[in-house]
């Protein structure tokens, strides 16, 4: 469960700046979550590959894993 737990601490540590632009309008908390959510799309992709790796693998298919 290591990616799980990774991914749920990259979302728990993004609180903060949620909480300051959503609720107090904290603009330069705004630009912040944005990188976040920036950091976020990487790091699923990063997750959607070693999936996908993952299960070429365990098929045992000569197709390699398209990155």
Do not use: C, W
């Amino acid at each position: 469960m290591g990616r799980y737990t990774e991914l749920h601490e990259l979302l728990n540590s993004f609180e903060k700046d949620f909480v300051k632009f959503y609720e107090k309008g904290n603009k330069s908390a705004g630009t912040r979550v944005r990188k976040h959510m920036n950091d976020l799309k990487r790091k699923a992709q990063e997750i959607r590959m070693e999936v996908q790796s993952m299960k070429a693998v365990s098929k045992g298919s000569d197709e390699p894993a398209v990155q």
